[in-house]
């Protein structure tokens, strides 16, 4: 069975940094590319970033371009979403995604996890 | 950049009723490219359709999606309980940034 469950959110200030990890299981983590997508409280999704299978192929969101940072451990099955500079308006539920695709990048979100919770107030 | 419009924002129906849902994209897409989520209350969201038409792994066949270019339609016949819930469409193109739509939520009548 697939599974993939996130950790690190929290509550951070303005300004603060934070480091959420996605743990994968029941699949061969290295065939599929992996995303992070978030859900501001009472809003629709954002895709954040993917990456792929060996980590040489990186894209963001503009709205987190220069400030966030994914990368994958796949010795591990982990994913990383390295959050700096956060404001205000990242407070979100950030999931974890499986892409679809073996072998290749679908874009189609196959499986998520449950959500880590990152809250930015002062 | 793409823009995918879904509509309607709310749509209020019965257990046993059709329900169809729109996402218009505001330029042509092709239909490989699009995808369907339901998101129920407090939970994470599940891959409905792909490629516009394609039904996930596990998905019920009264959930079908259609559409072409510009609109596409998920269309869930004889509604369950169940399907009460928020959906959102998205593009999936040959590459990021992948684009969702604001959500539809169907409410029970």
């Known amino acids: 069975e697939v599974q993939l469950v996130e950790s690190g959110g929290g509550l951070v200030k303005p300004g603060g940094s934070l480091r959420l990890s996605c743990a994968a299981s029941?699949?061969?983590?290295?065939?599929?590319?992996m995303n992070w997508v978030r859900q501001a409280p009472g809003k629709g999704l954002e895709w954040v970033a993917s990456?792929?299978?060996?980590?040489?192929?990186?894209y963001y969101a503009d709205s987190v371009k220069g400030r966030f940072t994914i990368s994958r451990d796949n010795a591990e099955n982990s994913l990383y979403l390295q959050m700096n500079s956060l404001r205000a308006e990242d407070t979100a539920v950030y999931y974890c995604?499986?892409?679809?695709?073996?072998?290749?990048?679908?874009?189609?979100?196959?499986?998520w996890g449950q959500g880590s919770l990152v809250t930015v107030s002062s | 950049e793409f823009v995918l419009t879904q509509s309607p924002g709310t749509l209020s129906l019965s257990p046993g009723e059709e329900a169809t849902l729109s996402c218009r994209v505001s330029?042509?897409?092709?239909?490989?490219?699009l995808a369907w989520y339901q998101q129920r209350p407090g939970q994470a969201p599940r891959l409905l359709i792909y490629?516009?038409?394609n039904r996930a792994t596990g998905i019920p066949d009264r959930f079908s999606g259609s559409g072409s270019g510009t609109d596409f339609t998920l269309t869930i016949s004889r509604l369950e309980p169940e399907d009460f819930a928020v959906y959102y469409c998205?593009?999936?193109?040959?590459?990021?940034?992948?684009?969702f739509g604001q959500g539809t939520k169907l409410e029970i009548k």
């Open positions: 029941g699949f061969t983590f290295n065939d599929h590319s």
């Open positions: 998205q593009q999936n193109g040959r590459s990021p940034p992948y684009t």
């Open positions: 990456i792929s299978r060996s980590g040489s192929d990186i």
């Open positions: 490629a516009a038409s």
């Open positions: 330029q042509s897409l092709s239909s490989s490219y």
């Open positions: 995604a499986r892409d679809l695709g073996m072998y290749y990048t679908s874009g189609r979100l196959g499986y």
